[in-house]
């Protein structure tokens, strides 16, 4: 409840009636409606799956979901809501860790996991065209007997759809090597607000035609469009792949663990992973798993992943071989002890682990998630300036009434500088909330850093855009918003909100 965000304004928009499911009802098949409006007899549980967020921190109270397969269906429901004046919102896998993807109020769910079609690949080029339904591991799954892998990976991969990654402008696992999705979107399908449909859906490396529309629907959280379509630069899937997980003392060394990566490994570095010692023994805890022997963790209170991929196993092995007797022979060990995996399920294993972090986060309790991006020097000291806040407030105490913090945890992609700070608390309460908001944030733009590396905003940051943007380029989101959706029907209350002034 103490997490119920403002509501946007309401007065414009109209309520669901019977008419209007009549008319979806034409639109869509019976079996692509959820409603609990006549004629639909739908029950609150049958919606609960959507209107709830992944983290049990968002909940809306939409009484429809409407589950289309094409774009022409889309672009028809769009219409009638514009017309109609019914806020919606854009669902893909309801992943989403900024509560973006549930209502804030009753608006119509429109979820996307009807449409999961690959439309086409190109071996050669290596974009693949798709639905934006489509889930991220089935994507993957599909390019690998070609031989490539999407240029994006992440924990939620089993249930995330291209459309939320994209909408979301999610990072992952291989945003260090492949880049952003800025980069590697190639083109978008997308049903505007009035229900028309803007096919920028290009399959070019390169078109330098005037203003690069789709950009600006990568990241965009719903608030402009609905995404029907994606095109996508996938990547030559690396000849050979390696991980190792490295422990060391402390954080101090971590950054200049990084650096010598980046000296030795060059080319082959394709990620560089981090969590501290809390986290490892949250994911011991919680999934009896541990990367490394008791014996080799002892007193240490860093944690590294380091993966390579290349095109040459003998060369990239030799490479990761000459790493690790630097780093044993080195007079001032930067590390304490390690695992370089052995196997493909090793491989996998240790991927594994620091993928279970935020599940094993989940069953620890409630976690508050804050993803920034601060100089990855700087990571622990943010992790351990927010818990001394929290101590310093008696928040930290266990039985306390009103809620305590269990545990604060660091981990994340060192290697862009974004830090997921998590707070787990045994339950989400309002104390905990106004400790940490806004003084997370200021602590955040104290180091000239983003409020949200890659989850977004959503309807957990609307009201605090302003620690990591001006006032100008919010006033120019708010007028890119009126321009394309000026009855503000699209994912109402998230992102930005608010006239340009
Ligand atoms: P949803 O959660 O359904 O929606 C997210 C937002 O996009 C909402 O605002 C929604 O309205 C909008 N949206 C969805 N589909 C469309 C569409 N077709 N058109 C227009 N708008 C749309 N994120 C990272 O960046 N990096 C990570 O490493 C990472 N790891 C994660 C690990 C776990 C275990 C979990 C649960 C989440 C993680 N995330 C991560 C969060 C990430 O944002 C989402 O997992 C993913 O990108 C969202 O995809 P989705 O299909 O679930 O979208």
Request: charged share 20%; glycine share 10%; aromatic share 8%.
């Amino acid at each position: 409840r103490h997490f119920r965000v403002t509501a946007p304004a309401l007065a414009n928009f109209n309520k669901l009636n019977e008419q209007d499911l009549s008319h979806f009802a034409s639109i869509l098949p019976e079996s692509s409606i959820l409603s609990t409006v006549r004629p639909f007899q739908s029950t609150n549980d049958d919606l609960a799956p959507f209107n709830n967020d992944w983290m049990g921190k968002y909940h809306g109270k939409s009484q429809c979901v409407l589950k289309p397969r094409t774009t022409e269906e889309v672009s028809r429901i769009l219409k009638w809501c514009w017309e109609r004046r019914i806020p919606v919102v854009p669902q893909g896998g309801n992943t989403g860790l900024v509560g973006g993807s549930v209502p804030l109020n009753d608006e119509v769910i429109i979820n996307l996991s009807n449409m999961s079609k690959v439309r086409s690949f190109d071996p050669v080029s290596g974009i693949i065209v798709c639905d934006a339904g489509c889930i991220l591991e089935n994507l993957s799954e599909y390019l690998a007997p070609h031989k490539y892998i999407m240029p994006i990976d992440l924990g939620a991969k089993g249930s995330c759809q291209i459309g939320g990654n994209v909408s979301t402008n999610a990072g992952g696992l291989r945003l260090l090597r492949y880049g952003s999705l800025h980069g590697t979107v190639l083109g978008l399908e997308v049903v505007l607000p009035d229900g028309s449909v803007m096919n920028e859906l290009k399959t070019l490396r390169k078109d330098n035609t005037g203003y690069d529309l789709k950009q600006l629907f990568i990241g965009a959280e719903g608030t402009l469009g609905i995404i029907t379509g994606v095109s996508i630069l996938a990547a030559p899937a690396p000849a050979s792949s390696q991980n190792l997980v490295l422990s060391l003392e402390s954080y101090d060394k971590v950054a200049e663990l990084f650096k010598f990566a980046k000296t030795h490994l060059s080319e082959i570095l394709s990620a560089f992973e981090y969590w501290d010692r809390r986290a490892y023994d949250m994911v011991c805890k919680h999934t009896g798993r541990k990367a490394l022997d008791e014996s080799e963790v002892g007193n240490s209170q860093a944690f590294v992943l380091i993966e390579t991929s290349g095109g040459s196993k003998e060369h990239d092995e030799a490479k990761v071989a000459n790493l690790l007797e630097l780093l044993y022979s080195a007079e001032e060990p930067l590390i304490t002890s390690g695992t370089l995996s052995q196997s493909p399920s090793q491989f996998t294993s240790l991927w594994g682990y620091r993928e279970l972090i935020p599940e094993a986060a989940s069953k620890e309790g409630k976690t508050y998630k804050y993803d920034i991006s601060v100089p990855a020097t700087e990571f622990a000291s943010v992790v351990d300036k927010v818990k001394k806040e929290l101590a310093g407030k008696g928040l930290m105490q266990e039985g306390r009434e009103g809620g305590w913090v269990r545990n604060v945890i660091g981990f994340g992609h060192v290697g862009d500088g974004n830090l997921h700070l998590n707070v787990i608390a045994n339950a989400f309460s309002a104390d905990i909330q106004a400790a940490l908001e806004p003084y997370v944030f200021e602590l955040v733009a104290s180091y000239n850093g983003s409020i949200s590396a890659e989850h977004g905003i959503g309807a957990m940051k609307t009201q605090h855009l302003h620690y990591s943007k001006g006032q100008v380029s919010i006033d120019m989101m708010r007028r890119i918003k009126a321009l394309f959706d000026e009855r503000g029907i699209m994912n109402p209350g998230k992102v930005v909100e608010g006239k340009a002034s």
